[in-house]
């Protein structure tokens, strides 16, 4: 199994920013890519991002493309989400999932994390 723990969350004024971990553990060779989504009340769950652990490939939902940066830190065996710039409409339960890179994208997420708290005041 594996086993994933997202940390880093948050209250932030309109803005700010954050920087969300999500640190693997177990079988970690069963998934070469590591997705962050995230969930608000009343709305459907949102991939806002992605990353291919072998080579760095990275996606971006427009929602957050060129105010988030995906990374990992292979030895810590650690997924980072750095929020720039956040608003009001980014509140909700971020959420960090393992699976498997095909056809371009992070898909088959056979692995997640409970998820870890963002608001954002404006």
């Known amino acids: 199994q594996v086993q994933l723990v997202e940390s880093g969350g948050g209250s932030v004024q309109a803005g700010g920013s954050l920087r969300l971990s999500c640190v693997a553990s177990g079988y970690t060779w069963r998934y070469d890519c590591v997705g962050w989504f995230r969930q608000a009340p009343g709305k459907d769950r949102e991939g806002v991002a992605s990353?291919?652990?072998?080579?760095?490939?990275?996606y971006y939902a427009d929602s957050v493309k060129g105010r988030s940066t995906i990374s990992q830190d292979k030895a810590q065996n650690t997924v980072y989400l750095q929020m720039n710039n956040l608003k009001p409409e980014d509140t909700a339960m971020y959420l960090c999932?393992?699976?498997?890179?095909?056809?371009?994208?992070?898909?088959?997420?056979?692995?997640w994390g409970q998820g870890t708290q963002v608001t954002v005041s404006s």
């Open positions: 990353i291919n652990i072998r080579d760095d490939s990275t």
């Open positions: 999932a393992a699976g498997v890179w095909y056809a371009g994208a992070c898909r088959d997420y056979r692995y």
